[in-house]
């Protein structure tokens, strides 16, 4: 049954990706509010996080939701052998809104098209994050003034990191350059890159992670290499310290230059770079909470006019 989930951003236009960007610029002046009151949203974690959890509960409590769900499936009755589909129509009992991880590709897709109240995906397998899409779009927005006509340079895990499969959909509509900087094992997978073709995207391929190759970026997005997707541990031994960011790789950077990480780091980033004026992940981890609340708000049908005129915001 058609609910408004978000599943991908791959079909957002523009302008409604800019929309998203403006809501989330209003959430960010006051993301205090009680607009949310008397709703509940569920968070469904079968997978580890702890920013795209948190940071969820955090936008729907500000709003003055109530919140519901698990962070660990080991204590649901899904070790009973109960399927998705039966636990997603119980929680849309309970719930307005579902928030979903699950590690299976599709699963979200999938609630979407049995649940009666809206599915956000919050990641599913290595396939699409849309809600980090979303705080890495309106970051990028924040740090450069704009998102059109921008290097990007994605770094690292790029075969099984969903963050940067997500961005390239998203980011088709500002002319973007993507820089693809991987080893083979963990290249950008070929249908991204026939995806990108077919789209007007503009990207190089590299394997050298030097201070030359990231002289020219406007954004240094730095990726984990995720471990849980390898199903053969010698493989993620061999490529685990592919590539780490250190303080003396950015004398050349332009100085708009952001590092973006969806975070968790693991051994990506120097942690000397954290007090350079180059990192950004910190707050880009803040937006998390704007633009979480952004899409709450529009799953819920609540628009940038009704925020606007808003009159609940706590001081
Ligand atoms: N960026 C991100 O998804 O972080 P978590 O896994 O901690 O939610």
Same mark, same amino acid.
């Given at each position: 049954m058609p609910t408004n989930s978000l599943i991908t951003l791959a079909g957002y236009s523009k302008e409604k990706l800019m929309y998203l960007i403006a809501m989330a610029q209003e959430f960010e002046r006051h993301p205090n509010r009680k607009i949310l009151e008397g709703r509940i949203v569920a968070t469904l974690f079968f997978e580890p996080s702890t920013r795209t959890r948190l940071s969820f509960e955090t936008a729907a409590n500000r709003l003055g939701a109530k919140v519901i769900g698990f962070s660990d499936p080991k204590v649901t009755s899904g070790t009973k052998g109960e399927i998705l589909k039966d636990t997603i129509?119980?929680?849309? *009992?309970?719930?307005?809104?579902?928030?979903?991880?699950?590690?299976?590709?599709?699963?979200? =897709? $999938?609630?979407?098209?049995?649940s009666p109240v809206p599915i956000i995906n919050a990641g599913d397998g290595a396939n699409q994050h849309p809600s980090? %899409?979303? =705080? /890495?779009? @309106?970051?990028i927005y924040q740090s450069q003034g704009t998102l059109e006509n921008l290097e990007i340079h994605l770094v690292g895990d790029? !075969? @099984?990191g969903r963050t940067v499969h997500s961005l390239l959909s998203a980011m088709r509509h500002f002319n973007p350059c993507f820089h693809f900087i991987a080893p083979d094992e963990l290249a950008m997978p070929e249908p991204y890159k026939k995806y990108? %073709?077919? *789209?007007?995207?503009?990207? %190089?391929?590299? !394997?050298?992670? *030097?201070?030359? +190759?990231?002289?020219?970026? /406007?954004?240094? $997005?730095? +990726?984990?290499?995720?471990?849980?997707?390898?199903?053969?541990?010698?493989?993620?031994?061999?490529?685990?310290?592919? @590539?780490?960011? #250190?303080?003396?790789?950015?004398? #050349?950077?332009r100085p708009n230059m952001k590092i973006l990480h969806p975070l968790p780091r693991v051994n990506e980033i120097e942690y000397c770079i954290? /007090? +350079?004026?180059?990192a950004y992940y910190f707050q880009q981890a803040r937006n998390g909470l704007y633009a979480r609340q952004a899409l709450i708000c529009d799953a819920l049908g609540i628009t940038l006019e009704d925020i606007r005129n808003d009159k609940t915001i706590l001081k």
């Open positions: 129509m119980m929680v849309s *009992n309970y719930a307005d809104l579902i928030v979903m991880r699950h590690f299976l590709e599709g699963a979200a =897709l $999938y609630a979407s098209e049995v980090q %899409t979303m =705080l /890495d779009l @309106y970051t790029l !075969k @099984y990108c %073709t077919a *789209n007007g995207i503009r990207f %190089t391929e590299h !394997k050298d992670f *030097n201070s030359d +190759t990231i002289s020219g970026a /406007d954004i240094l $997005y730095m +990726t984990r290499v995720q471990k849980e997707r390898f199903s053969d541990l010698m493989e993620y031994e061999q490529v685990k310290d592919a @590539y780490l960011l #250190k303080g003396d790789m950015l004398s #050349k950077a954290d /007090d +350079t004026p180059y």
